[in-house]
């Protein structure tokens, strides 16, 4: 069992890190501004599904070996980079009357459910983060590391709903304001488009 004092400052330093500029959270500001508030939570779903992932990972050591690892370490960014250029290509080829306010984003909830974990689930500087980061709040002499693990994560995820939940209300905002126009709707896609081409090769230059 963790200390309260322990928990506190785990909570603290989860939030100030899920607010910090990041690739997630830009991720989520982006789907959000382009298809609203429902798109933006669904992907905060899935990008916190791949958390649960870099979790189990840290918790029994398999991060362990993707720091150590370069090859694994390259195929797993380069993977997930190319998926990026994937969804930069998308939004460049968007038309504009494909993006309007609620549901009709033309992106069903399991594909935007699904873009979230694949940008979680590829970046494996997560993992080296998480191995980094929880074990710091861990002690042995509380039981199990590994359920103390497994419990971090659990409460890194629960910040970062919470957090990335009210990006996403605030992005939806611009949804609005965007989607009045096409010339609005093209600039926001080509905004996007420009982020994911960034976001891709920051992860493909990434190193261990």
Known sequence: MLSFESLLAFVVASVFLALAPGPDNLFVLTQSALSGLRAGLLVTVGLCTGLIVHTFAVAVGV???????????????????????YLAWLSFRAKPDAVVVGEKT???GAKL??????????????????????????????GSVTLQLIALGG?????????????????????????????????LNRIAGAVFVGLAVKLATARL
């Open 155 to 187: 409460l890194f995820i629960l910040v970062t709903l919470v957090v990335f939940g009210g990006v996403a209300a605030l992005a939806s905002k611009l949804n609005a304001w965007f989607t009045q126009s096409r010339r609005g709707q093209q600039i």
């Open 106 to 108: 033309g992106l069903s």
């Open 63 to 85: 991060a362990a070996l993707i720091s150590t690892s370069t090859w694994a370490f390259s195929l797993l960014k380069f993977v997930g980079a190319g998926y990026l250029v």
């Open 113 to 142: 459910y699904r873009r979230g974990i694949i940008m979680n689930v590829t970046n494996p500087k997560v993992s080296i983060f998480f191995l980094a980061f929880l074990p710091q709040f861990a002690d042995p002499a509380r």
